[in-house]
Each structure stands twice: as C-alpha cells, then as structure tokens.
C-alpha cells in the first residue's frame, strides 16, 4: 500500500500544546510527504493563530467546529483528510525526530491496518508527571492490561498515538461518542471487521499527561466504570485480569486488617510488591523522588480504576438501564 499520512489532532483549549506538537513534526527526518488536520473542539482560547505560523512549512490544515468530544472530533478530521492513512495523537504529544520513519518503516515490514505506538516521558517533564507515565506504562500496573510487547492479549492501541488506515476506519464506523474508551471500542469493531492491530515498539511518543493528582484519580476512575461498558458492548473481549485492581485494593485492606490481628503475611507481601515497583521505578527513571511518587501514583491508579470498575459492574448488572442513563458524563451528546 503506497501510504499518504494524514495526522488528525482534535484540541480543546490547548494552543501552546499544538505549537509543541508542531514544532515537534517540523524536526521530522521522514523524506516523504504528510498533512497535519488541527480540529478545534469549541474552544475558546484559539489554535487558529499557533497553526498560521507553520503553514510556510508543514502541509497542515485548521478546522473549528462546536465541541462534540475528541472521537467525534476525530471522526470529523478523518473525513476532511486527503490521506489514505491516519495518524491520530494527542495534542500534548512531542513526537521524536524518528516517528515517522519508524511508522513507514513498520508498516513496509509488515503492514497492518490499524496500529499503535507507546508513550515515554521526556527529560523535561515534571517528576509528577514521569511517575504517572511510569504508572501508567509499566507491566507491574496496569500497563499489562492495557497492552504492549509483554502484554496479556491482543494489543488495543490508544488514541494518543494510533494509526488507522481509511478503509478500516470506514469499515468500522469511526469512534463512537463514548469518552474514555472510544480508543478500545474502536479497536474492537476494527477487529470484527477483519482488520488486526500491532504495536510499533519504536514509533514512541512523548505523553506530557498534564494533569495534578486529583485529576488523575478522577482520569483512572473514569477508565475503570468505562471497561465494564466495553465488556457488555463487546463480550468476546471481556477479561479476568481487568478485576486487577479492584481485587488488589480490596486485599489491600483485608491485609491492614488482618496485620491488626497479627496476621502479617498479606501485608507482608504488598510491601514486597511496593519495594518492586520502587526499585523498578527508580532504575528506570534514575530518579528517588520519581520513584517514591510512582508508589502514590499506583495506589492512585489502582484505587481509582478499582471502585470505578466496582461501581460500574454492579450498576450494568443490577440495572434495567442503559450505560447513558446510568454514566451520562461519560458520553457526548449528539450533534
């Protein structure tokens, strides 16, 4: 397949991000042609102006419409496109030099109609923010459940950093209005349309994830009451280990309780666990204080992601209601 890209990023009230990212796909090595699609989701601190400074050197493209939410948003950039493969990041994404070439270069290999690619943290993020990338890649966290080179299952790309090419994104309907969790569902119907998915291990991006602890815990919790809606929408994708964290928190505080008693073997083995994620952390990031915040951060994320999945478990299951009715703030209204 001869690929054009087209590099779709729907934005919400993040001008100076966009310029990041621009700036980021000017420095690009790949020799070949590419257009960039800025969609601004009804924001009112404008990109228009940030776009208009790289016009002289990338092939980008701006479009305004009223906020429906990022599937939606991207659905609309995908339509205007001209390519005939589709790149979708988030707008608080840093490419490396490399991305593009690495992309091509996958794909050349062995080409796959949907695909996506990892999230790493830059020397010039905040210690928060590299202890929640740690989290939220690592295959001692969830990292394992979401997907990846050693992950359990097949690997369900994310919307940060996701490649799809026109005929599979047609065939399988574009992303719904669901919000997280367009990305999984998505790659779900993009499976049972005939397409796989593949991991690029080399076509990295710098995630900044700009958000302070109590955003992330309502982020985490958000991600945990929207899997159980994807497990009842698609059954056959449905997996033991997405009970994870909620079974990890709740052993958590039967192991306190029974230490309580005297019975210090449970929470012997949670501190055996924390002393492995510290030690990982702190290998991989060269960093204490990076190390000892991925401790808080994965309690955060397991804590967050195990009563939202609780919650929303036992809401589908003992509930005459639809996941709207129940969940109304974890989708976008139509338009």
């Not at 009112?44 to 939606?72: A, M, T």
């Not at 109590?214 to 997996?239: D, S």
Request: hydrophobic share 40%.
């Amino acid at each position: 397949m001869n690929t054009f890209f087209s590099i779709v990023v729907p934005v919400y009230n993040r001008p100076e991000e966009v310029r990041e990212l621009l700036e980021s796909l000017q420095k690009q090595d790949f020799s070949k042609d590419f257009e960039v699609v800025i969609v601004e989701d009804g924001s009112s601190e404008s990109s228009e102006n940030i776009v208009k400074l790289f016009q002289d050197n990338l092939q980008v493209s701006y479009y305004y419409k009223e906020n429906s939410g990022p599937g939606d948003s991207r659905n609309f950039g995908m339509q205007k496109a001209k390519g005939n493969y589709f790149i979708i990041l988030d707008s608080d994404c840093i490419l490396p030099k490399q991305y593009l070439s690495e992309v091509d270069k996958e794909l050349k290999k062995e080409f796959v109609h949907c695909f996506g690619g990892p999230d790493a943290a830059d020397v010039s993020f905040t210690t928060v923010q590299k202890a929640i990338n740690y989290v939220m890649t690592s295959f001692l966290t969830t990292g394992g459940i979401r997907g990846g080179e050693k992950a359990i299952g097949k690997f369900q790309p994310r919307s940060f950093n996701m490649g799809v090419s026109k005929d599979a994104f047609e065939k399988a309907g574009g992303f719904g209005r669901i919000h997280p969790g367009e990305d999984p569902d998505l790659t779900f119907r993009i499976w049972k349309a005939g397409f796989n998915t593949r991991l690029f291990p080399k076509a990295f991006v710098y995630h900044k994830r700009r958000i302070d602890w109590n955003k992330f815990y309502i982020q985490v919790n958000k991600f945990g009451m929207v899997r159980p809606i994807l497990n009842k929408w698609h059954p056959g994708t449905a997996k033991p280990t997405y009970w994870f964290p909620t079974l990890f928190i709740l052993g958590l505080c039967v192991a306190m309780i029974l230490a309580i008693v005297g019975l210090w073997l449970p929470l012997i083995l949670y501190v055996f666990y924390f002393s492995i994620l510290f030690l990982d952390a702190l290998i991989k990031n060269k960093n204490i204080k990076v190390a000892v915040l991925a401790l808080y951060a994965a309690l955060t994320q397991f804590t967050g992601y195990g009563i939202g999945f609780f919650k929303s478990t036992m809401l589908l299951n003992f509930s005459n209601k639809e996941a709207e009715e129940l969940f109304p703030k974890l989708f976008f209204k139509k338009k």
